[in-house]
């Protein structure tokens, strides 16, 4: 087999065998294959795109190409998440925990964050002493004692995907839908969950900005999983503002804490709510969604969901003080107060510049090598269709530094004002199955 000639017929549109994506996935892998010759082969995909078929298969080599994680050991389905990313996203921390006090065990892989604000595993890092590396018989020891895991990624998982994405990202190639979905799904099913839900997230500050693009992705991921003989389902939810009201590390934690305790922040708690019943019901735990709703909400008024997150804090070494009462998470020395420029509603907030706002404050990451300040971000206090008077704060940032001039611009850059109130968005616009 040639290379060359997989180039060549997939920039005729020709549909790939699975003979000929396992030569290249495994050549490119081992080094056979250069990166010109790949480079070539991503764009005539970015061009030409690739069947269900094609898609199924090449995830599948990118799992075969390194380890797989055996969650076996963990009685009972596995069901797992996944979420395409946005500004303010702490849903796992909800869901984790409200999965788990329905009795179905959650054993989640995460990552850390590159721009914006950090990731799963930097916010957890937020509370003292919580070990998120640990081995994998650990990892699943603590599953089937406390039901409840959030644990860095061990083992080569998909390398393949590694040397593709880096790959992608200097050559154009990033937005074609089956090398996303590919990527994301090879990452997810290396990580040994019978059944995952998706969260794809949609609009100005998710990765996919239109609804057709993001349930174009949604479908793939979806179809993929099912190929490979994973329950698979996909919700599209909005993110065309931050999801909740914190955006950083100990903040992002302090509001996922305050909705197991109860407390509503409507977008936020819905989302949590709709992917944990989701996922209880690809668990075989309930019958319907609704059913699966209802009993989430009596974990967080019963206080079982909240006390699954207590346990995951001890069994991981955290300071769990630090749940119990929030003043005790790190606190930024100064909250800057960022005022409304004239009266009006707020018509629209760009979630990418509010990132970016609570990154040059050192919430998030501008380079791998940086550190991340757990105790700075920001609190928004208006969101979409809220009013505002002229001169009236409209969100904090929590600040190590006595002014943050760079963060304020950055957030009135992202916040629009009008006279009129803006049309509401559904929260959950799609389920994709
Ligand atoms: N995230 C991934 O893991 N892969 C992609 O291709 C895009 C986003």
Redesign the pocket.
């Known amino acids: 087999m040639r290379m060359v000639d997989i180039i060549q017929a997939k920039r005729n549109g020709k549909t790939l065998t699975k003979e000929e994506i396992n030569f290249f996935v495994e050549g490119y892998t081992n080094g056979t294959i250069p990166d010109y010759q790949a480079s070539a082969l991503l764009m005539a995909v970015y061009f030409k795109g690739m069947s269900a078929e094609e898609t199924a298969t090449l995830t599948e080599a990118m799992v075969a190409s390194g380890e797989t994680i055996d969650l076996s050991g963990i009685e009972g389905p596995k069901v797992d998440k996944h979420s395409?990313?946005g500004v303010g996203d702490k849903v796992t921390f909800i869901v984790g925990p409200l999965v788990a006090s329905a009795g179905v065990p959650v054993a989640k892989m995460s990552g850390r964050g590159l721009g914006h604000t950090g990731g799963t595993l930097d916010k957890l890092e937020a509370i003292d002493g919580l070990e998120i590396e640990m081995s994998i018989d650990k990892f699943i020891e603590q599953v089937n004692k406390t039901k409840l895991a959030v644990a860095g990624q061990t083992g080569n998982l998909a390398p393949a995907?590694k040397k593709l994405?880096a790959l992608?990202d200097v050559t154009a190639t990033?937005d074609s839908i089956p090398?996303?979905a590919?990527?994301?799904m090879s990452?997810k099913l290396a990580s040994g969950a019978n059944s995952i839900v998706l969260d794809v997230k949609t609009g100005s500050g998710a990765?996919m900005k239109s609804l057709e693009d993001s349930e174009a992705l949604a479908t793939e991921m979806v179809n993929i999983g099912k190929h490979l003989g994973r329950n698979t389902i996909a919700v599209i939810s909005d993110m065309n503002q931050p999801l909740g009201y914190e955006i950083g590390n100990a903040n992002e934690i302090k509001e996922a804490v305050e909705i197991l305790q109860g407390k509503d922040v409507t977008d936020l708690r819905v989302i949590s709510l709709t992917i944990a019943a989701h996922m209880i019901v690809l668990a075989g735990k309930y019958d319907t969604f609704d059913e699966a709703y209802k009993a989430l909400e009596g974990n967080i008024e019963n206080g079982s969901a909240f006390e699954m997150l207590r346990q995951m804090v001890i069994a991981q070494g955290g300071d769990v003080n630090q749940v119990d009462d929030l003043t005790k998470l790190p606190q930024a020395s100064n909250t800057i107060e960022v005022k409304a420029p004239s009266a009006g509603f707020v018509t629209a907030i760009d979630a990418e510049s509010v990132g970016i706002a609570a990154m040059y404050l050192g919430a998030g990451r501008a380079t791998k090598e940086d550190d991340i300040d757990h105790s700075v971000g920001i609190t928004l206090l208006k969101k979409v269709g809220d009013e505002v008077a002229e001169g009236e704060t409209f969100a904090y940032l929590l600040s190590n530094t006595e002014t943050a001039e760079d963060a304020e611009k950055k957030l009135l850059s992202a916040y629009t004002f009008g006279t009129e109130k803006p049309e509401e968005r559904p929260l959950i616009h799609k389920i994709i199955k």
Request: net charge positive; proline share 0%.
């Open positions: 395409t990313g995907d994405y992608r990033v090398l996303i590919g990527s994301i990452k990765f």
